[in-house]
């Protein structure tokens, strides 16, 4: 799925919900809700879960001299890492890879595979600078997740059919986006299935 697309598709969500396919009266509505749902867990979880194939770049700030954090990137395809040596937002030395260290290792975390990088790590003689005024490294990188994984995509269709039932109660309800992410904090059971993911937000250019 591309950036920005809902986490779940329709015809997921119409089986959840045993309406038959054939049934469009609601479309617009399901679709809404799965949207509204996908970006109050990009909230949640302070990362997203779709992906790109085209590379961009992004700056960011070392947190320390040997680690840095950045957005999620899926593949080492098209995987550039600049620094900018004189805090003039020029990053003018590519360093390669031998230089660095791509974390999780083998995309892999807490036993569980299929997981993007996130840390990439100094190594050698190498040291991340981190008292420049600017953001001091450019990743270039094809971003987001391999693919959604299943209790992401289990979370977005628990907490959209929730939504979709809340515009059969009384009265409707003022606006699908009215809540924001405290929905999911009040669904255990997406909140459950979304805690391994959980990620602070970082800094994107």
Request: glycine letters at 8%; charged letters at 20%.
């Amino acid at each position: 799925m591309a950036l920005g697309d809902p986490y779940a598709t329709r015809d997921e969500l119409k089986a959840r919900l045993d309406i038959p396919d054939a049934d469009t009266l609601d479309d617009n509505r399901m679709d809404e809700a799965l949207t509204t749902v996908s970006r109050e867990i990009e909230t949640w979880c302070g990362r997203q879960f779709n992906n790109t194939t085209v590379a961009s770049a992004r700056v960011y700030q070392p947190r320390t001299t040997g680690l840095l954090v950045v957005d999620d990137f899926h593949t080492t395809t098209d995987l550039t890492i600049a620094v900018d040596n004189g805090d003039d937002g020029t990053y003018e030395t590519t360093w390669p890879a031998t230089d660095y260290a791509l974390e999780p290792r083998n995309g892999i975390v807490s036993g569980q595979t299929g997981w993007p990088y996130w840390r990439i790590v100094a190594t050698g003689n190498r040291w991340w600078p981190t008292t420049h005024r600017r953001p001091s490294v450019q990743v270039t990188a094809q971003w987001g997740w391999a693919a959604v994984p299943a209790p992401v995509k289990e979370a977005c269709l628990i907490a959209a059919a929730e939504l979709f039932k809340l515009g059969d109660a009384p009265f409707g309800i003022a606006g699908y986006g009215e809540f924001g992410p405290v929905r999911i904090r009040l669904n255990s059971r997406a909140m459950s299935l979304l805690a391994p993911y959980r990620l602070n937000p970082v800094k994107v250019g």
